[in-house]
């Protein structure tokens, strides 16, 4: 898996949209960018993937850039339980860095 | 099944130990990952299975650690001798095929005593 570079932590004010960036500067071609968060003590848990599209589902927004050697998730309107550690990753084996811890605040 | 089903959901064993961990995919799923999460860390690949072939098994810290999908479907992950510093959550997941979303299961919280 190419790797993946994110911030250790970000805040986000409760009902903003919460922008976690990703850095994945030696994707390769056929390299999916995957986002999953971890709540607590529960297992990761799918958000949304994508190529070189945009995508959007009922959970987030992915934006990757034209290079695709960074992506954005976008939260658009963030509540509590939003509250995780998220992780970027370059999908061939589904290996996890360190992640984004979110603490969203009222 | 309806979701990643894992067994023991607790297992508490005593030093030199041998352990079995079981994962039960969800039906049809090609690909079976397993990983070991510490408190505060992000999940730690351990190895992937794509049907019954062990396609990667960098991630295993040691000979003491191996892993079997001898159908295709159930896996298990079996420590040997086992030692305090292996206790941890082990968490494994199944994906349809190899560049889909992943299903996580519930875990396997080890303690070795």
């Known amino acids: 898996d190419a790797k993946t570079t994110q911030p250790p932590s970000m805040d986000c004010a409760e009902g903003r949209a919460a922008n976690l960036p990703c850095n994945h500067s030696?994707?390769?071609?056929?390299?999916?960018v995957y986002w999953y968060r971890q709540i607590h003590s529960q297992g990761p848990q799918y958000i949304i993937h994508?190529?070189?599209n945009n995508e959007t589902n009922e959970m987030a927004s992915l934006i990757i850039t034209e290079d695709r050697k960074s992506s954005t998730l976008i939260l658009p309107h963030a509540t509590l339980r939003d509250t995780a550690v998220y992780y970027c990753?370059?999908?061939?084996?589904?290996?996890f860095g360190t992640g984004t811890r979110l603490q969203v605040t009222l | 099944g309806a979701g990643v089903s894992q067994s023991p959901r607790y297992k508490v064993t005593k030093r030199g130990q041998d352990v079995a961990l079981r994962c039960d995919p969800i039906?049809?799923?090609?690909?079976l990952y397993w990983y070991r999460q510490a408190l505060g860390q992000g999940p730690e690949f351990l190895t992937y299975?794509?049907?019954?072939?062990?396609?990667?098994k960098s991630g295993l810290p040691n000979d003491r650690f191996s892993a079997e999908r001898p159908e295709g479907s159930i896996s298990t992950l079996t420590i040997q001798r086992t030692e305090q510093r292996d206790s941890a959550m082990y968490r494994c997941?199944?994906?349809?095929?190899?560049?889909?979303?992943?299903?996580f299961g519930q875990g396997t919280r080890l303690t070795v005593v």
């Open positions: 039906s049809g799923h090609v690909s």
């Open positions: 299975f794509n049907y019954e072939a062990q396609q990667d």
């Open positions: 994508g190529l070189k």
């Open positions: 030696t994707i390769s071609g056929n390299e999916y």
């Open positions: 997941a199944s994906s349809l095929a190899w560049n889909t979303e992943a299903f």
């Open positions: 990753i370059v999908r061939s084996k589904l290996t």
